[in-house]
């Protein structure tokens, strides 16, 4: 379903009513049906509402609102327009950085944060063959798919269905959305705000993850959260929601469940 939001049509799948709901923000090159099992393994327990970024998926494609803080503002945003109360943001990758931020201005109703497999605050600028492969990764399907089977992103083969879906995602994104991450977003320094989160917050990192690793993690994620925890899912690679949706689904259940309400 559509939702208008600062004056952009956002799509989003709701399910569910009882609050805290889980708020999904996906990755670089993903939509909301990349946390499509894993909501379906927590229905009934909460409610869930997993969005495609602007530039991405079925919502509107913009020139230009790409920054960390114009994302952050939209999830806030959308929040606000479903007049949800209480929640917690699960931020994947990209959508992890997003929701760093999201959380640092404290905004009301936000009970906690999970991290999955996040993008690090600090600046990341890595060597110049790699971006230069990033920056073309979602160029076309066999960019893609070379991606795919590289093992970078994922530590399990695909089912067809899941391949399509990946492919089709990450197709999806404007020119604008696909190149804010690698040329503007990944080298922005949210550090200092991130110091500011003061809600329980969950680091779930893949075991088998090669775009963040768990020493990455730790050094430039948990190092700037205060008191943050750290799981890990063994044999995930850095698509945890594709990877191991119920493992991770226990996870974000588990940590909700031990939060003040």
């Known amino acids: 379903m559509l939702y208008q939001v600062e004056g952009l049509s956002i799509h989003a799948e709701v399910h569910g009513t009882a609050e805290p709901a889980l708020v999904f923000l996906h990755y670089w090159g993903g939509t909301s049906r990349t946390w499509r099992k894993v909501a379906a393994e927590l229905q009934g327990q909460f409610k869930t509402v997993a969005y495609d970024a602007r530039g991405w998926g079925k919502s509107d494609k913009t020139l230009a609102g790409y920054k960390l803080a114009?994302?952050?503002?939209?999830?806030?945003?959308?929040?606000?327009?479903?007049?949800?109360?209480?929640?917690?943001?699960?931020?994947?990758?990209?959508?992890?950085?997003?929701?760093?931020?999201?959380?640092?201005?404290?905004?009301?109703?936000?009970?906690?944060?999970?991290?999955?497999?996040?993008?690090?605050?600090?600046?990341?600028?890595?060597?110049?063959?790699?971006?230069?492969?990033?920056?073309?990764?979602?160029?076309?399907?066999?960019?893609?798919?070379?991606?795919?089977?590289?093992?970078?992103?994922?530590?399990?083969?695909?089912?067809?269905?899941?391949?399509?879906?990946?492919?089709?995602?990450?197709?999806?994104?404007?020119?604008?959305?696909?190149?804010?991450?690698?040329?503007?977003?990944m080298l922005e320094d949210i550090s200092s705000e991130v110091a500011k989160i003061n809600v329980p917050t969950v680091l779930i990192a893949g075991e088998l993850d090669q775009v963040d690793s768990i020493e990455r993690h730790k050094t430039e994620v948990l190092a700037y959260i205060p008191k943050a925890e750290f799981k890990i899912i063994n044999g995930s690679g850095h698509l945890i929601p594709i990877d191991e949706p119920t493992q991770l689904?226990?996870?974000?259940?588990?940590?909700v469940g031990r939060l003040p309400t």
């Open 70 to 185: 114009d994302l952050a503002d939209e999830v806030l945003s959308l929040i606000k327009a479903l007049r949800i109360k209480r929640y917690v943001l699960v931020g994947h990758s990209m959508g992890g950085k997003v929701a760093q931020l999201a959380a640092s201005s404290r905004p009301v109703g936000l009970l906690g944060l999970i991290l999955v497999a996040p993008a690090q605050p600090t600046p990341r600028r890595n060597p110049e063959e790699m971006r230069q492969r990033q920056l073309h990764v979602y160029d076309n399907r066999e960019n893609v798919l070379k991606a795919i089977s590289s093992g970078i992103l994922t530590a399990h083969p695909l089912s067809p269905e899941i391949l399509d879906q990946i492919v089709e995602d990450s197709l999806s994104g404007s020119r604008e959305a696909t190149m804010a991450f690698p040329m503007k977003s």
């Open 249 to 255: 689904a226990k996870e974000i259940a588990r940590f």
